[in-house]
């Protein structure tokens, strides 16, 4: 599986960013699938998540994000607003089985991380 995130950049607090996370090898309809990020110093964490239950938030990413997919296009969208300095991260999609991990902090066990997309937030 390749799941190749981007649409990261650099915004200034209180502005707005879309990712997209393409997958090539899994068909994302089929797939609970989550958003993930890492800040310099930090673990990875989980931000959001979509699956056949709808979509799940972390509490930091709660009506501020929004996430969607399109089976069409075979990716994953995050909609992100309102953003702060605490954004600040590379954004990464992965396969989160029945969005446990955001849903009761199961441990992240996908490995098949793409290279991710940078988000910087300016204050």
């Known amino acids: 599986v390749q799941l190749q995130a981007s649409g990261g950049g650099l915004v200034q607090a209180g502005g707005s960013l879309r990712l997209s996370c393409a997958a090539s090898?899994?068909?994302?309809?089929?797939?609970?699938m989550g958003w993930f990020r890492q800040a310099p110093g930090k673990e990875r964490e989980p931000v959001s998540c979509i699956s056949m239950d709808g979509p799940f938030y972390s509490d930091s990413a709660k009506g501020r994000f929004t996430v969607s997919k399109s089976n069409a296009q075979n990716t994953v969208y995050l909609q992100m607003d309102s953003l702060t300095s605490e954004d600040t991260a590379v954004y990464y999609c992965?396969?989160?089985?029945?969005?446990?991990?955001?849903?009761?902090?199961?441990?992240?066990?996908?490995?098949?991380w793409g290279q991710g997309t940078l988000v910087t937030v300016s204050s």
């Open positions: 992965g396969t989160d089985l029945d969005c446990l991990v955001i849903r009761v902090g199961a441990p992240i066990t996908f490995d098949s």
């Open positions: 090898g899994r068909t994302v309809s089929r797939y609970a």
